[in-house]
């Protein structure tokens, strides 16, 4: 029977699998983003927190198995099909077929990738920090198709879409949920 993993399993399980200091800051700021969006989205904001916290468990031993390994990982400790799922859907027509149906599953798909830019965008700003960062920050490096070049652009779009919200909206409260972890994450 599946278990509810709270953070000090999820958060020692992503240690296990990622060694990486850039990886584990990602997945602490993505975690940050999803809380922020739970309480918007009146979600449950430990569980969005923690499938953030995981979403990319598999990626740095399995890269070729990225969003397909992690059902591998969860399952045999009794990770609910929920979580499991959710974490899959962030790879959709990426790496996995799994489209993201849930709230939780389009902010995670959307913000993936978004934290990426947002945390780029702060590293090059005289404060290296998203404490003072605005939107238009955000907007003005999308443009730059040099910068963040990892950064899939259209997957924020269609992230957005999905969500049913304006990316400038989205951006904004990307950064909002990322500034509730900005000492955490080293911005």
């Known amino acids: 029977m599946p278990h509810s993993p709270d953070r000090i399993e999820a958060f020692d399980l992503l240690k296990e699998f990622t060694k990486s200091e850039n990886l584990i800051h990602h997945a602490l700021a993505v975690e940050g ?98 404490l003072d960062m605005e939107p238009k920050s955000v907007k003005k490096k999308w443009k730059l198709n040099g910068f963040a070049a990892g950064v899939n652009r259209e997957v924020i779009e269609k992230g957005a879409g999905l969500m049913g919200r304006d990316l400038d909206w989205v951006i904004a409260e990307t950064i909002g949920g990322m500034k509730a972890v900005a000492k955490d994450i080293g911005l």
């Open 33 to 130: 983003t999803m809380r922020h969006f739970a309480a918007l989205y009146g979600g449950d904001v430990e569980k969005w927190g923690i499938v953030g916290l995981v979403h990319d468990l598999d990626w740095e031993m399995y890269p070729d198995a990225h969003c397909v390994k992690v059902r591998e990982i969860l399952e045999p400790r009794d990770w609910p099909e929920e979580y499991i799922r959710a974490v899959q859907s962030h790879g959709w027509e990426l790496c996995v077929d799994v489209k993201p149906e849930s709230d939780m599953e389009k902010v995670l798909y959307t913000v993936d990738e978004l934290t990426g830019l947002v945390t780029a965008t702060a590293l090059v700003r005289p404060s290296k920090s998203v």
